[in-house]
C-alpha cells in the first residue's frame, strides 16, 4: 500500500471519530494518558472532550532520518501529570499502533511505577496497523497493509526556526 497522507482536517475528524467510539462504548474513565509525542494532541483533545486530567508519558522508539527507523524503546523517567492522584480507569492514548511495542510495554510500566492504585487501562489510536502486536481496545482506521503515515505536523521536522521565519516574512 501506498504511503498515506493526512490533513490537519482529517486527522481532527479521526480524534472526533475516536471520542465519540469512546462514548458509544459507554465504558467510563477518570484520567487520560497520552504517550508523547505522537499521542499528544490526540490527548489534548480528548481531555478537552471528556473534560478529565491529562497526563503525559514521554516515550521515543523511533530515529534516523525521517524518523522512519524503529530502535529501543526509551521511557522518560516520570509520568508528568498536574493532578495530586493518577486516575484509576486510564484511556491510554497515542496517534498510531505500528509494531505495538511502545503500547505493550506502557501498560506494565504504569503498573510497576504508579503509587496510585489503577484499576483498568484501555488503549486508543487512530490507526491500528495490522503488524502490530497489541490490538487496541478503540481506534479508528484498521491499515491491514502497514502504510507509513504522514501526520500534517511532520513538515516541521524539516524545518528551522530561521527557515521558518523566512518563509514568514516572504508571505507578508
Not at 516515550?59 to 501529570?81: I, N
Request: proline share 5%; glycine share 6%; net charge negative.
Amino acid at each position: 500500500m501506498p504511503d498515506l497522507y493526512v490533513s490537519w482536517s482529517d486527522y481532527h475528524q479521526k480524534i472526533e471519530q475516536l471520542a465519540a467510539q469512546i462514548y458509544q462504548s459507554g465504558w467510563e474513565f477518570n484520567q487520560i494518558i497520552c504517550l508523547a509525542r505522537g499521542g499528544l494532541r490526540v490527548g489534548d483533545i480528548l481531555s478537552r472532550i471528556y473534560q478529565q486530567p491529562l497526563a503525559i508519558l514521554a516515550t521515543s522508539s523511533y530515529s534516523g532520518p525521517g524518523k522512519q527507523e524503529r530502535g529501543c524503546l526509551t521511557f522518560s523517567r516520570y509520568l508528568t501529570m498536574t493532578t495530586e492522584s493518577l486516575g484509576s480507569r486510564i484511556l491510554l492514548v497515542d496517534d498510531l499502533v505500528d509494531s505495538g511495542i511502545t503500547l505493550k510495554e506502557t501498560l506494565p510500566w504504569l503498573n510497576q511505577n504508579s503509587e496510585f492504585a489503577i484499576e483498568e487501562i484501555r488503549t486508543a489510536v487512530l490507526w491500528y496497523k495490522a503488524c502490530s502486536v497489541i490490538a487496541p481496545d478503540y481506534y479508528v482506521d484498521y491499515l491491514p497493509d502497514n502504510p507509513w503515515i504522514h501526520q500534517p505536523f511532520e513538515h516541521y521536522e524539516h524545518m528551522n526556526p530561521g527557515e521558518l521565519a523566512a518563509r514568514i516574512t516572504q508571505a507578508c
